[in-house]
């Protein structure tokens, strides 16, 4: 018997090139916030109404004045998604390691279809809190597994920037989000407003369901086959054995055979999780820039939140919803944009990424602070937008750092800790907090003043960042790639490659 490997024609490239992959996750990521953005608009979210001394009432409008909700209710509103983060996106992390990706992402984006849509038929506080809640599942199972997929694909000299543009679509689907909510509760109803978005968002929900599937760097294909070869071995060689033993007792070993399979399947996967969480937890350089991220996060989430309410309060601004959209829209592009690039010509490395995180915090800081310290409206804007120009550079730079300081198989888990931790100690309390501080001082520009003092801290803490001993663990082996010829049977994730097959005769 001999064999031979015969080259076979190379197939045509996938529709999925690296740039429509990035264009789809984009389209999908700005969606996502765009309904953040609808939520937090004057014409969505509405106001109390209002009784004035002589006796003349106002009735309330959008959702706060439909259901009658306090501030503090109100920001949970804005909150409320991230129970179906918290509870998904570890699940979702783990399961990346089994299940096509793609599968999880159509699975997440059918009950984010679901639960937008259900928000539009709420009756009460409850039942939207709800759906709420189940519109964080969506974001768990997109916002952990795009980011690698796109760093698996980016060209090397502009990884940062390919992120930067993916995470361009936060503030600007913020901003779009608070220009489409004001329109939609203006001239129709605050309802419309859920029900377009589960339309625009149902054919990528669909999509995830029919793509092709496709490999994450860190994770090879072969070990997961493998695996699964050799468990049906055990189960063959096991079911053998019962066939020359006692024949009465066969269905039950095999019964208890399965069972114990199952089992230790679930406790291997168990285990692994916990190293993995061990493996992120231990490492300095995750945990600072998570820090920072977080205390970043708590005062960007209030000013996306209560930003364009807060602006009409303290500056009497009419269109708060559409000119913080616009600052927003055109600062968040220039600066995301302008962070990522800046890391690539600076030569995109940890210590250079907390540099930069660091200094453009700082000094955006400085500025936001001083905006507010302006009784002039346009001074107020003008420093405004440089301090969004700057604030929002970091988000290149950031995820770099999440995705670069870990393992490739760990990459999965790493954006999913960093997302649930930015929430849960970020924008999570962060909406509600602000809402409680302003019922108890009731000075918008007071409260505004106080949350922007929280983006020093994050500076500093980044800044500490520079100093820790740091790796770019990118192109390491992973579990499951013990040598180069494994790895260089691994499928890449999009590029096509000439097929090469064995002959025996």
Same mark, same amino acid.
């Given at each position: 018997?001999?064999?031979?490997?015969?080259?076979l024609?190379?197939?045509?490239?996938?529709?999925?090139?690296?740039?429509?992959?990035?264009v789809?996750?984009?389209?999908?990521?700005?969606?996502?916030?765009?309904?953040?953005g609808?939520?937090?608009?004057?014409?969505v979210?509405?106001s109390?109404?209002?009784?004035?001394?002589?006796?003349?009432?106002?009735?309330?409008?959008?959702?706060?004045?439909?259901?009658?909700?306090?501030?503090?209710?109100?920001?949970?509103l804005?909150?409320?998604?991230?129970?179906?983060?918290?509870?998904?996106?570890p699940?979702?992390?783990?399961?990346s390691?089994?299940?096509?990706?793609?599968?999880?992402?159509? #699975?997440?984006?059918?009950?984010?279809?679901?639960?937008?849509?259900?928000?539009?038929?709420?009756?009460?506080?409850w039942?939207?809190?709800?759906?709420?809640?189940?519109?964080?599942?969506?974001?768990?199972?997109?916002?952990?597994?795009?980011?690698?997929?796109?760093?698996?694909?980016?060209?090397?000299?502009?990884?940062?920037?390919?992120?930067?543009?993916?995470?361009?679509?936060?503030?600007?689907?913020?901003a779009?989000?608070?220009?489409?909510?004001?329109?939609?509760?203006?001239?129709l109803?605050?309802?419309?407003?859920?029900?377009?978005?589960?339309?625009l968002?149902?054919?990528?929900?669909?999509?995830?369901?029919?793509?092709?599937?496709?490999?994450?760097?860190?994770?090879?294909?072969?070990?997961?086959?493998?695996?699964?070869?050799?468990?049906?071995?055990?189960v063959?060689?096991v079911?053998?054995?019962?066939?020359?033993?006692?024949?009465?007792?066969?269905?039950k /070993?095999?019964?208890? +055979?399965?069972k114990?399979?199952?089992?230790?399947?679930?406790?291997?996967? /168990?285990?692994?999780?916990?190293?993995?969480?061990?493996?992120?937890?231990v490492?300095?350089?995750?945990? #600072?820039? $998570?820090?920072?991220?977080?205390a970043y996060? /708590?005062?960007?989430?209030?000013?996306?939140?209560?930003?364009?309410?807060?602006?009409?309060?303290?500056?009497?601004?009419?269109?708060?919803?559409?000119?913080?959209?616009?600052i927003?829209?055109?600062?968040?592009?220039?600066?995301?944009?302008?962070?990522?690039? $800046?890391?690539?010509?600076?030569?995109?490395?940890?210590p250079?990424? +907390?540099?930069?995180?660091?200094?453009?915090?700082?000094?955006?800081?400085? /500025?936001?602070?001083?905006?507010?310290?302006?009784?002039?409206?346009?001074?107020?804007?003008?420093?405004?937008?440089?301090?969004?120009?700057?604030?929002?550079?970091?988000?290149?730079?950031?995820?770099?750092?999440?995705?670069?300081? $870990?393992?490739?198989?760990?990459?999965?888990?790493?954006?999913?800790i960093?997302?649930?931790?930015?929430?849960?100690?970020?924008?999570?309390?962060?909406?509600?907090?602000?809402?409680?501080?302003?019922?108890?001082?009731?000075n918008?520009?007071?409260?505004?003043?106080?949350?922007?003092?929280?983006?020093?801290?994050?500076?500093?803490?980044?800044?500490?960042?520079?100093?820790?001993?740091?790796?770019?663990?990118?192109?390491?082996?992973?579990?499951?790639?013990?040598?180069?010829?494994?790895?260089?049977?691994?499928?890449?994730?999009?590029?096509?490659?000439?097929?090469?097959?064995?002959?025996f005769?």
């Open positions: 018997m001999a064999s031979s490997l015969v080259p024609s190379a197939p045509h490239p996938s529709w999925f090139t690296p740039k429509r992959l990035l789809i996750f984009c389209v999908i990521n700005m969606l996502n916030y765009v309904d953040r609808t939520i937090a608009s004057n014409g979210n509405g109390l109404g209002t009784c004035t001394s002589s006796g003349t009432c106002t009735s309330g409008s959008g959702i706060q004045g439909e259901f009658n909700l306090n501030n503090f209710e109100d920001g949970v804005s909150s409320a998604f991230m129970v179906g983060l918290l509870v998904a996106s699940i979702f992390a783990s399961l390691k089994s299940v096509n990706p793609f599968r999880l992402i159509g #699975v997440g984006l059918s009950v984010w279809t679901l639960a937008t849509a259900g928000c539009g038929f709420s009756f009460n506080f039942s939207i809190t709800i759906c709420r809640m189940l519109v964080g599942v969506g974001e768990a199972s997109f916002i952990s597994l795009a980011a690698p997929f796109i760093d698996d694909n980016a060209p090397i000299a502009q990884k940062t920037a390919w992120l930067a543009i993916f995470y361009m679509c936060i503030p600007t689907g913020y779009l989000g608070y220009v489409y909510g004001g329109l939609v509760g203006t001239y109803n605050w309802r419309f407003a859920f029900w377009v978005e589960a339309i968002m149902l054919p990528f929900a669909v999509l995830g369901f029919v793509m092709k599937p496709l490999n994450l760097k860190g994770f090879a294909p072969a070990e997961s086959k493998q695996a699964l070869i050799s468990e049906e071995t055990d063959q060689e079911q053998d054995a019962l066939n020359d033993s006692a024949k009465p007792t066969k269905e /070993f095999s019964h208890m +055979f399965s114990m399979k199952c089992t230790c399947i679930d406790l291997n996967q /168990f285990s692994r999780f916990i190293k993995d969480m061990k493996a992120l937890l490492d300095k350089v995750y945990v #600072v820039n $998570v820090l920072g991220y977080c996060n /708590f005062v960007l989430g209030a000013y996306s939140y209560w930003g364009p309410k807060a602006g009409y309060k303290i500056y009497n601004i009419s269109d708060a919803d559409l000119i913080f959209g616009g927003t829209i055109v600062c968040g592009i220039l600066g995301t944009l302008a962070g990522g690039y $800046v890391l690539d010509l600076m030569k995109s490395t940890i250079n990424a +907390f540099k930069l995180l660091s200094v453009t915090t700082f000094f955006g800081a400085i /500025f936001c602070f001083t905006a507010f310290c302006f009784q002039n409206m346009y001074a107020f804007l003008a420093f405004f937008s440089v301090g969004e120009l700057l604030v929002f550079a970091i988000q290149g730079p950031v995820n770099y750092i999440c995705l670069h300081c $870990v393992n490739p198989s760990l990459r999965p888990l790493s954006m999913a960093s997302t649930v931790s930015i929430h849960i100690f970020g924008d999570v309390p962060s909406s509600p907090l602000v809402g409680v501080l302003q019922d108890a001082i009731n918008w520009r007071e409260t505004s003043l106080i949350l922007t003092s929280i983006l020093f801290p994050a500076a500093g803490i980044w800044f500490t960042g520079i100093f820790l001993h740091s790796v770019d663990r990118f192109n390491e082996d992973s579990e499951g790639q013990v040598t180069e010829v494994d790895r260089s049977n691994a499928t890449p994730l999009l590029e096509p490659r000439v097929a090469e097959t064995s002959l005769c």
